[in-house]
């Protein structure tokens, strides 16, 4: 009997490191877009702070069939989107902003179109830098348009100089 608590108090000491590293990383803002009825895929969006230096690797959803994070950008006026094979970069204390026309948590092969004002589950796989992976698991609330409004705001200004560390 005494192993076998250890080994349990084992198990749960493991399960509370992995949510401990998972919380490095702060997430605001998330949604995903609604879809219609047949569309296939869609993006999940969000602003991801992490302590320390860590890199967004992958993302599941039980919605999804397929799900990868994505970069969009122009190319000779075209845009064009890929998966970022390496993760995405999440430099401590930096605000990374996850966004239409950016980069986003692509959600492919939809089992079911998004209906606005409901949530989906969906889980971020991070490393950080000495390659330990961390999950954290999210409600992302559908959406057509950002929360907060401010949907055409290009230059989505912040003031970045508010989220400085503290000395
Ligand atoms: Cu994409």
Not at 101 to 128: A, E, N, R, S
């Amino acid at each position: 009997m005494k192993l076998r608590t250890a080994l349990c108090a084992t198990l749960v000491a493991l399960s509370l490191t992995s949510i401990a590293s998972a919380q490095n990383v702060e997430v605001k803002d998330a949604w995903a877009r609604a879809t219609v009825q047949g569309q296939k895929a869609t993006g999940a969006f969000m602003t991801l702070t992490s302590k320390t230096n860590a890199k967004l690797v992958g993302a599941t959803s039980s919605v999804a069939g397929v799900t990868e994070v994505h970069e969009m950008k122009m190319d000779n006026g075209v845009m064009k989107m890929r998966a970022l094979e390496g993760g995405l970069e999440l430099p401590a204390g930096k605000a990374t902003s996850l966004k239409p026309g950016g980069y986003h948590v692509m959600l492919m092969d939809l089992k079911l179109p998004l209906q606005k004002d409901t949530t989906i589950p969906l889980t971020l796989v991070f490393k950080d830098a000495k390659g330990i992976e961390s999950k954290m698991e999210l409600k992302v609330p559908v959406a057509q348009t950002p929360p907060g409004g401010g949907a055409d705001m290009g230059g989505h200004q912040h003031g970045d100089t508010a989220n400085k560390p503290k000395q």
